[in-house]
């Protein structure tokens, strides 16, 4: 029977035969190249696999992260990463300076303060992913603190490593509130907007993209919020930045170019594509609200990632002025002598060209 069909369609069959072979061969043969194109640039890297510290838990706000594990972002560039959550500004400091991450994610107000009072152990950042500022005090109207002024007398509640609390000093420099008049409780981050909540403290400090979605999960309207933000009351910046510390970043720049590459294509999938980002988070913690965590992503992205700036220039395309202005703030608070530029702090040296960084149509 095979020799008669051979002899009958034998041309035809071997056509056939050998489309369905080189068709079956293809992608075998695109998955081999990725995996011989990622181990190639895998050996160009200093550091092939590194460690990275979110600056926060896993929510929207730190949904880009994740993404670039699950969508092979860093792979692709050669670049094995193991994402861990955050629990403050100040915590993503201390895991780098001590060495257990090599790269991580804080707000710009906290690393300029780090430098300025640790010479010889400064950090650099190198993505600056929060153009917007995020920093807040959030309280129940009924509390009845309408303006900065008058958060004294009250007790106002935040994690020690928080980057609204770390930075408050320069918020209630710029707006004449007297310190010594405020007590803080500390408290755990999942605790913080809880307490607020059931009115252990009078105000909490955060980020507007933590805070009031959180509150908005507990069953506080937005409506019976009052939202103290930082700039609209004499303090401006950025927000979060990803950093590591001076040394790393000048003795691994084939890694930090291939980890910027990375991330840079997760932010844009995180604004065109709110879904799989959520899903990207559900999938490290699954006991997130998944429909609280997309208003939070469209906080996010309104407040933080689309601003004119970003829509006229690109992603981590920085106004140098408003850095300028926002080291100022806070030596001045912390009452920090001399001075600090903005080059021995943010580099751009390993940014994607402009085209790259342009963000994509918010899909809300």
Known sequence: MVALATRSYGPRMKTFYSA????????????????????????????????FSQGWLFQATQAQ?????????????????TVDRGSGSATSIQ???????????????????????????ELMMFYVAEDGFPLVAVSLKSRGIVKPKDLEGRKLGAPSFDGGRQMFPAFAKANSIDQSRISWVTMDANLREQMLAKGDVDA??????????????????????????????????????VFATRDFVEKNPRTVTAFVKGLNRA??????????AIAAIKGRDPLINADLETDRLRLYVRELLLTPNVRANGLSSIDARKLERQIASVLDAFAIKGSMSVASIYT?????????????????
């Not at 895991?95 to 152990?121: C, F, L």
């Not at 955060?206 to 700039?231: C, H, Q, R």
């Open 348 to 364: 751009e040296r390993f940014l994607p060209p402009r085209a790259e960084r342009m963000p994509p149509p918010f899909k809300d």
């Open 267 to 276: 932010m844009k999938d995180v604004i065109a594509e709110p879904k799989a």
């Open 20 to 51: 369905w072979n080189i068709a079956a061969a293809i992608p075998k043969a695109i998955g081999c190249a990725l995996l011989l194109f990622s181990a190639g640039a895998a050996a160009q890297l200093e550091k092939p696999s590194i460690k």
């Open 204 to 241: 909490i400090t955060g980020f507007i993209t933590s805070a009031i979605p959180t509150l908005n999960g507990l069953g506080v309207k937005t409506a019976d919020l009052n939202v103290l933000k930082y700039d609209d009351h004499n303090l401006d910046g950025f927000g979060n930045a």
């Open 65 to 81: 992260f994740p993404l670039a594990v699950e969508k092979g972002y860093w792979k692709a560039e050669g670049l094995e990463v």
């Open 95 to 121: 895991r780098v300076i001590s060495g257990t991450h090599d790269i991580a994610y804080s707000d710009v107000g906290t690393i300029v303060k780090w430098n300025a009072e640790n010479p010889g152990k």
